[in-house]
């Protein structure tokens, strides 16, 4: 049975205590939003779950949006349709009603994944497109030197993309997508070639994984990082990232088809 909080959150994260402020940091990415238009390919009907504050949804033509958390929904923009108070694992839709189904950072919060991937590919006739992590590479990164509780966190969090395929069956593939130097999608590796932005507080609240650790932590982190900038030792060994134009991390697209 899936649990809600006061705000309505039905994963492991209160978007009532930590989601003020999201939409200002987590804006659709025009590069990572062109890799989800191709994978949703000509859908007319989309359903969006984990829709949170509706990133991405222009990726798409016609899109029916669901979203537990009251907080996350007061934050769409007034062009896009409010979203459906329900849970992945119990949507309140017929079978075979949408051409295809997206969740985008959203499946390693949910209280039962596989249940919500059945449902997602239950209402679904076509694709089912899932914008993810690998577990297996969050841990990849520069930041994992400063903060590795943060990456043990999102590991432990990510389901594996075998379980994601496994989960929605038929035929699946698996495709990395690259992260621009100036994403303006505000998750950790967007970070990748400025570094600075991750002092910010209400930048790391973006990311659910901070949530997880506490303020000895974080003050560790903070103080290591600044000293490194300020000693130009991040950037003897990361500099190069600032000019890199894309980074390919962990951030991947799982697509399955019947």
């Not at 990133?55 to 409010?82: C, F, H």
């Not at 089912?128 to 590991?155: G, H, K, M, N, Q």
């Not at 690259?178 to 973006?206: K, S, V, W």
Request: glycine fraction near 8%; charge should be negative.
């Amino acid at each position: 049975m899936t649990t809600r909080t006061q705000d309505g959150s039905a994963g492991d994260v209160d978007y009532g205590a930590i989601g003020d402020g999201y939409a200002s940091y987590r804006r659709p990415d025009e590069q990572i939003a062109r890799f989800i238009a191709e994978a949703l390919g000509d859908a007319r009907t989309v359903l969006n779950v984990g829709a949170g504050a509706g990133s991405y949804e222009n990726a798409a033509r016609t899109v029916t949006a669901v979203e537990p958390s009251k907080s996350m929904r007061a934050q769409r923009p007034a062009q896009l349709a409010g979203a459906i108070d329900a849970v992945a694992e119990a949507l309140p839709f017929a079978g075979g009603e949408f051409d295809a189904a997206m969740t985008l950072f959203s499946v390693h919060q949910w209280s039962d994944v596989r249940a919500g991937l059945r449902e997602m590919r239950r209402v679904t006739r076509g694709p089912v497109v899932i914008l993810t992590c690998d577990p297996s590479l969050v841990r990849d990164f520069w930041l994992y030197r400063y903060a590795p509780e943060v990456l043990d966190t999102e590991a432990r969090r990510y389901p594996t993309v075998e379980e994601l395929a496994s989960a929605l069956g038929g035929t699946g593939a698996v495709q990395t997508v690259p992260i621009p130097l100036h994403c303006t999608d505000g998750f950790n590796e967007a970070y990748y070639g400025r570094p600075e932005m991750l002092l910010d507080p209400a930048a790391r609240q973006a990311c659910s994984a901070w949530s997880f650790i506490g303020d000895q932590v974080r003050e560790h982190f903070d103080k290591s990082l600044r000293n490194d900038l300020e000693s130009g030792s991040w950037d003897a060994e990361f500099g190069h990232l600032r000019r890199q134009p894309t980074y390919e991390g962990s951030l991947v697209i799982v697509r399955a088809t019947l």
